[in-house]
């Protein structure tokens, strides 16, 4: 099955990076799609979590996962080096059924990656050439323009004036592949570590029903034949 489609927002410091991501999770949402954000943060000692609170106690007493549940928000917050984590691993936290990832900075991450096209948020000429050279591919620019930017023949868009104008261009590089994935949707994933295993429809089929056929032979289940399946199959070493 096809990717999941993931466009990054990147630039500098309040270059309307955030501004941009709101336009789009606004537009995207109002067409129907189901989006996801993720957001990186630089700052080495940064948590969410309030120090102090009954969460981060259970933080500092060694818990790993930590998990809030409140009437209109579950938390998760996980103590893990992301230091050397791929995007891979990152998209990997959000929900199954989310139809496209917006990321916010990762410049590193995927820079060169042709995967992941860009928007960029400029503030500066020098920031504009800078972007040109080293972001592939590059959907657009936001932020203030320059006449440089025009030279380069990449669009740009005023986030402020032109909301539509930029959900429209994201909107042509994701609609078939988003119609495509609802029309294949995947009833059934296999990941074995870190890598989700990829199999045809054939595969998928043959799978889930062996899957499903033990499951029904359980005491006091039922499955209905629309379920989903999910198989995790992870290594360890055991501690001496």
């Given at each position: 099955?096809?990717?999941?489609?993931?466009?990054?927002?990147?630039?500098?410091?309040?270059?309307?990076?955030?501004?941009?991501?709101?336009?789009?999770?606004?537009?995207?949402?109002?067409?129907?799609?189901?989006?996801?954000?993720?957001?990186?943060?630089?700052?080495?000692?940064?948590?969410?979590?309030?120090?102090?609170?009954?969460?981060?106690?259970?933080?500092?007493?060694?818990?790993?996962?930590?998990?809030?549940?409140?009437?209109?928000?579950?938390?998760?917050?996980?103590?893990?080096?992301?230091?050397?984590?791929?995007?891979?691993?990152?998209?990997?936290?959000?929900?199954?059924?989310?139809?496209i990832i917006v990321l916010e900075g990762f410049r590193k991450l995927v820079g060169q990656d042709p995967t992941?096209?860009?928007?960029?948020?400029?503030?500066?000429?020098?920031?504009?050439?800078?972007?040109?050279?080293?972001?592939?591919?590059?959907?657009?620019?936001?932020?203030?323009?320059?006449?440089?930017?025009?030279?380069?023949?990449?669009?740009?868009?005023?986030?402020?004036?032109?909301?539509?104008?930029?959900?429209?261009?994201?909107?042509?590089?994701?609609?078939?592949?988003?119609?495509?994935?609802?029309?294949?949707?995947?009833?059934?994933?296999?990941?074995?570590?870190?890598?989700?295993?990829?199999?045809?429809?054939?595969?998928?089929?043959?799978?889930?029903?062996?899957?499903?056929?033990?499951?029904?032979t359980l005491k006091d289940v039922t499955i209905k034949g629309e379920e989903d399946v999910s198989i995790i199959?992870?290594?360890?070493?055991?501690?001496?």
């Open positions: 099955m096809a990717q999941i489609p993931i466009i990054a927002v990147v630039g500098s410091k309040k270059s309307g990076k955030t501004t941009a991501i709101e336009t789009l999770v606004q537009g995207l949402t109002k067409r129907g799609y189901k989006v996801a954000t993720v957001k990186h943060v630089p700052e080495p000692d940064f948590t969410i979590d309030t120090k102090g609170k009954d969460t981060w106690r259970h933080v500092e007493a060694g818990a790993r996962t930590v998990i809030s549940v409140a009437p209109n928000e579950l938390t998760v917050i996980r103590k893990v080096d992301t230091a050397k984590y791929s995007l891979e691993q990152i998209i990997r936290n959000c929900e199954d059924d989310v139809e992941v096209p860009k928007i960029v948020a400029v503030k500066t000429t020098e920031e504009v050439l800078e972007a040109s050279k080293y972001f592939k591919p590059i959907l657009t620019f936001v932020g203030s323009i320059s006449t440089e930017a025009k030279r380069l023949k990449i669009p740009y868009v005023d986030v402020l004036k032109e909301q539509e104008k930029l959900v429209d261009l994201v909107n042509e590089k994701i609609a078939t592949l988003i119609e495509r994935r609802r029309k294949h949707k995947e009833r059934i994933r296999i990941r074995v570590d870190e890598q989700v295993l990829p199999l045809n429809p054939f595969a998928q089929r043959i799978v889930r029903n062996t899957i499903l056929g033990m499951i029904s199959v992870k290594s360890f070493s055991r501690r001496e």
